[in-house]
């Protein structure tokens, strides 16, 4: 190589070579960082993030932040309050309100297997399970007798 050819390369170099030296941590600083777990965070189901030092429930509690240990079952009274308190508790769409007797005796009367059917296939605006897809049969069963034993 002469040496205007050799100035030619350096040039070349630096025009075409920049971008690709540059270009990557730019990329990198686009997303500031935590981005990316904030983002995942928001994207876990409603009512399945555990982080550190929450009470995860029995099994669950001491598990890394961030994902509902799959054995750790919710006990009745947190189904209710993560997923049937935001009708039962108000009222909404005419629901049954959460320890009241009188709304909830002549549905009691009907008796439990029909509560149940009723409870994991909806009735009217009752969703299906209660909106809590996740929820085992143990789980969702357990929130339906929580409901039920206080409204007696
Ligand atoms: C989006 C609102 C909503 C949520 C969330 C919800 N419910 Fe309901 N629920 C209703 C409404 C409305 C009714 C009354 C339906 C009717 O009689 O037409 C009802 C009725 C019921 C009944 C009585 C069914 C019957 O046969 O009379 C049970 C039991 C019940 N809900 C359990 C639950 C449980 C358990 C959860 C949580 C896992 C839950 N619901 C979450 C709205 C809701």
């Given at each position: 190589m002469n040496g205007s050819s050799l100035l030619k390369?350096?040039?070349f170099a630096a025009v075409f070579g920049m971008p690709v030296l540059v270009t990557p941590p730019l990329l990198a600083t686009v997303v500031p960082p935590g981005t990316?777990?904030?983002?995942?965070d928001r994207m876990e189901p409603?009512?399945?993030?555990?982080?550190?030092?929450d009470d995860c429930s029995g099994a669950g509690s001491g598990q890394a932040a961030g994902a509902r240990n799959a054995s750790a079952t919710l006990t009745g009274e947190q189904v209710?309050?993560?997923?049937?308190?935001?009708?039962h508790t108000t009222g909404i769409s005419e629901s049954p309100i959460f320890g009241d007797v009188q709304a909830w005796a002549p549905r009691?009367?009907?008796?439990?297997?029909?509560?149940?059917?009723n409870t994991t296939g909806g009735l009217?605006?009752?969703?299906?399970?209660?909106?809590c897809m996740n929820c085992s049969d143990d789980e969702?069963?357990?929130?339906?007798?929580?409901?039920i034993d206080r409204a007696k």
């Open positions: 390369f350096w040039v990316h777990d904030e983002i995942r409603f009512g399945s993030l555990c982080r550190t030092g209710y309050s993560q997923f049937c308190f935001a009708c009691i009367a009907k008796g439990v297997d029909v509560l149940w059917e009217g605006l009752m969703p299906i399970r209660g909106t969702l069963r357990a929130a339906m007798d929580y409901i």
